[in-house]
């Protein structure tokens, strides 16, 4: 059972465009929510998170929205660069979860020049 | 900066083989975890450790053990290797307490091919 969905497996944009990455949950329980950036060979790095708190935090030119009636989150990278190119994943935690982390499917995100 | 390391990038390993992968941390941190990643099925758990001598399954546990005998370091262990093992191997650690300890720092990875 995928608690953690990123139904959309690679996205295109042009350099200097919105990128939209979303991100479905289906556990009410989760509280804290992170995205994650990988690029080839190399361990994920975080990116950005938000508390349940909150229905949105920004860092520079990434922004998390969450939506908590929707079980729904997303990141906005604006503009975009063609360094952001990188498979980003989205993770979900939570009480019951015992301080693990329940990752998403990920998404390649690829910028054009 | 925490500075998490895996002892192989790339592993090439036969089916029955026992395979030790080795990760060490140097922050001291309390929690440490492993993962393997796939396409299609993201980051999956396969073990974690909150202290010492301590280990819980994570989401995929068969086929794996662990051992965390010093805090800075945590192995996974194959103990009879399959070729369903072929993954790329994450280790990462994080410290205990408060909404940071869901942050997660990573290795840089384990590729695992089990021929």
């Known amino acids: 059972d995928q608690q953690v969905k990123q139904n959309s497996p690679s996205l295109s944009v042009q350099e200097g465009r919105i990128s939209i990455l979303n991100c479905d949950y289906t556990n009410s329980m989760f509280d804290y929510f992170l995205w994650y950036k990988k690029y080839p060979a190399e361990g994920p790095t975080f990116l950005i998170s938000?508390?349940?708190?909150?229905d949105k935090n920004e860092d520079g030119r990434f922004t998390v929205f969450l939506n908590k009636s929707a079980k729904h989150l997303s990141l906005h990278i604006v503009p975009s660069q063609p360094g952001d190119s990188a498979v980003y994943f989205c993770?979900?935690?939570?009480?019951?979860?015992?301080?693990?982390?329940?990752f998403g499917q990920g998404t390649e995100l690829s910028v054009k020049p | 900066d925490v500075k998490v390391t895996q002892s192989s990038r790339y592993l090439v390993k036969r089916t029955g083989e026992k395979v030790f992968l080795e990760c060490v941390q140097d922050?001291?941190?309390?929690?440490m975890f492993w993962y393997r990643q796939d396409p299609g099925l993201g980051l999956r758990l396969i073990y974690f450790s909150y202290d010492v001598k301590m280990k819980e399954k994570g989401d995929i546990p068969e086929g794996y053990s662990v051992s965390r005998e010093k805090k800075e370091r945590f192995s996974l262990i194959l103990e009879s290797a399959s070729t369903n093992q072929t993954s790329m191997y994450l280790c990462?650690?994080?410290?205990?307490?408060?909404?940071?300890?869901?942050?997660?720092?990573f290795g840089s990875g384990t590729q695992l091919s089990v021929l």
């Open positions: 990462a650690s994080s410290a205990p307490g408060g909404a940071t300890n869901e942050k997660l720092f």
């Open positions: 922050m001291d941190h309390e929690n």
């Open positions: 993770a979900a935690s939570g009480n019951n979860q015992g301080g693990k982390l329940i």
């Open positions: 938000i508390s349940s708190i909150k």
